[in-house]
């Protein structure tokens, strides 16, 4: 996959997942969804690190990192990201059915 | 923000936490970020399960999950998912600034 050159505004779930595709599941497929998930988990670390006392930049890159990982297991599993949250979240909350939850703040929507 | 009625075909990172700010900002800026990091490791590890022996419909509904709490703790910390996707991934591996990376397979991209 190309991402067009120069600046863009917009990068749906199914172009991450195939720019990550594209990068790293090669690697990934090869290395297989344990040692994969074992790579996200230290990613989530550096994430939790990073909101206590991250700088923005800092603090973005590891979200983006997150998501990265999260794509590529998603690549290895054969989801589809876009198509997964679209049936779960894309008409309301699951939890309670509104656009704008809610459910109790204590239990999980 | 409401979206368009009708099958969807794609879904943008923006969209994406737009979509979880209307649905759960306001709870989940109360929630604070510390509680709603700990519901996203609990949606990590049903995330865990599923793919050790979940159904595909079951895995796909729990990497929305995740996908769903990551949005809104990014929403929570000010952070755009698609500005720093593109940042950090937009042109190439960080780690080997390759399309499709080289990186040697132990070592972090």
């Known amino acids: 996959?190309?991402?067009?050159?120069?600046?863009?505004?917009t990068l749906s779930l199914a172009e991450l997942q195939s720019l990550i595709d594209t990068m790293y599941s090669r690697k990934?497929?090869?290395r297989?969804?344990?040692g994969t998930f074992m790579w996200l988990m230290e990613e989530i670390g550096e994430l939790a690190g990073a909101l206590r006392d991250g700088k923005p930049d800092e603090l973005a890159a590891e979200?983006?990192?997150?998501?990265?990982w999260l794509a590529t297991i998603a690549n290895v599993a054969g989801i589809d990201l876009q198509q997964a949250v679209?049936?779960?979240y894309g008409n309301g909350c699951p939890g309670c059915g509104d656009m704008v939850c809610c459910c109790d703040l204590a239990t999980k929507p």
């Open 32 to 34: 297989g969804i344990d």
């Open 28 to 30: 990934d497929e090869a």
């Open 63 to 68: 979200f983006a990192d997150v998501l990265a």
């Open 1 to 9: 996959m190309n991402l067009p050159t120069g600046p863009r505004e």
């Open 86 to 88: 679209l049936e779960k």
